[in-house]
């Protein structure tokens, strides 16, 4: 969700830094398309794209090579370029360690790029394989950290279990050309692509579809692929612990198989950052947090999906429904007073467009 103080770039002129951790500028060269990103560093996700990226990883699979990287700090990790390689690598080695009974803490704005909890996460893996390694290849101090292709071709002989159960949450048919065209008139920074998945994601999922697109601009200005510092990712920024939370308490999945297709979701950024799967996510958890604070109030829905339901729904028991301003003043937003200032000025920005 939405970072509230902890991202240290924010500034009252622009209001809120989200920090979009790949493609922030036009030019940058995305990852898994191969072209240039367009459109204030938004670059939808198509099955082409998508087609590529599995095409180049099956190319790889033939052998791989040695691989560097740039250490990554808090200082710099903004300026190095999330790399779809690593992350999957990334998503293959927290599955390995996840069905091993260790949870590797991968939430971080390193996901995709190599710093110390990527470190960390390829130390546990290798040492629970038991392979061998250089420690020299992970120095910190080192000019460039060296991934070799051995242990790459260890990493890729883990059984990672792909899977299509899930996809059919991006498949949202297709939408009303009378309302796309209105979303756009009023969004016209937005590619269609983004605005036609928030539409039909809300029709879907019986919420209206102005609150959606409320939520979703204060969330990531509408950026498929936003990922914020603590790596909330997509449309509606969402980390494995919400994504876990749609699978069982709106989907029906239960134990195990829920946390495994959470992580299938969550460290797949074919997934995560597809417009479809971050809209249809966001529309979900829209009506969890709904249902929970018992009010069809934009105001209040948004502060549950931000701040969670266990600090909203008592105060919406305390004040009633029909008192968003006391709520809104009580809820404890972390960070400076200033925050919550800025986040309230935020969702009135976004349902003024609507109204």
């Known amino acids: 969700m939405l970072c509230i103080g902890k991202n240290s770039e924010c500034t ?44 180049n990883h099956f190319l ?43 949870v590797p803490n991968l939430q971080t704005q390193f996901s995709g790029r190599f710093g110390v909890h990527t470190k960390k996460l390829f130390l546990q893996f290798l040492h629970t394989r038991g392979i061998d390694y250089d420690p020299q290849d992970f120095d910190e101090k080192s000019e460039h950290i060296i991934v070799r292709g051995r242990i790459i071709d260890r990493i890729f002989d883990i059984d990672f279990p792909a ?16 309302a796309v065209e209105r979303y756009r008139a009023i969004l016209p920074h937005v590619d269609v692509k983004t605005i036609a998945a928030v539409y039909r994601a809300a029709v879907i999922e019986g919420i209206p579809p102005d609150d959606l ?41 239960a134990g195990a198989r829920a946390m495994e297709l959470a992580y299938m979701i969550y460290y797949d950024h074919g997934r995560i950052l597809a417009p479809e799967m971050g809209a249809r996510l966001a ?13 069809s109030s934009i105001d209040l829905i948004y502060l549950a999906y931000n701040q969670g339901v266990a600090a909203t729904g008592p105060l919406v028991r305390q004040f009633g429904a029909d008192n968003a301003e006391a709520i ?28």
Not at 163 to 178: K, S
Request: glycine share 8%; net charge positive; aromatic share 10%.
């Open 213 to 253: 697109f409320v939520l979703i601009g204060v969330e990531s200005d509408y950026s498929p692929s936003a990922v914020n510092r603590e790596s909330f990712k997509g449309l509606g920024q969402l980390n494995l612990t919400s994504i876990h939370d749609v699978l069982v308490r709106n989907m029906g999945y």
């Open 283 to 295: 529309a979900k958890y829209y009506t969890l947090c709904r249902a929970a604070v018992g009010t």
């Open 60 to 102: 790889a699979r033939a052998g791989h090579r040695d691989r560097t990287y740039t250490w990554a700090t808090e200082q710099n990790y903004l300026g190095i370029p999330q790399d779809d390689f690593l992350n999957d690598l990334q998503c293959r080695m927290s599955w390995y360690l996840y069905k091993k009974g260790i």
């Open 328 to 355: 809104w003043q009580n809820i404890g937003m972390r960070g400076s007073l200033n925050d919550k200032a800025l986040v309230r000025k935020r969702v009135e920005k976004f349902k003024a467009l609507f109204k």
């Open 12 to 55: 009252a002129d622009r209001e809120w830094d989200l920090a979009v951790s790949d493609r922030q500028a036009s030019g940058v060269k995305d990852e898994r398309s191969g072209n240039a990103a367009h459109n204030g560093g938004r670059v939808p996700w198509t099955e082409s794209a998508r087609a590529a990226s599995l095409q």
């Open 163 to 178: 899977t299509t159960e899930l996809d059919g949450l991006m498949d949202l048919g297709t939408a009303d050309a009378a």
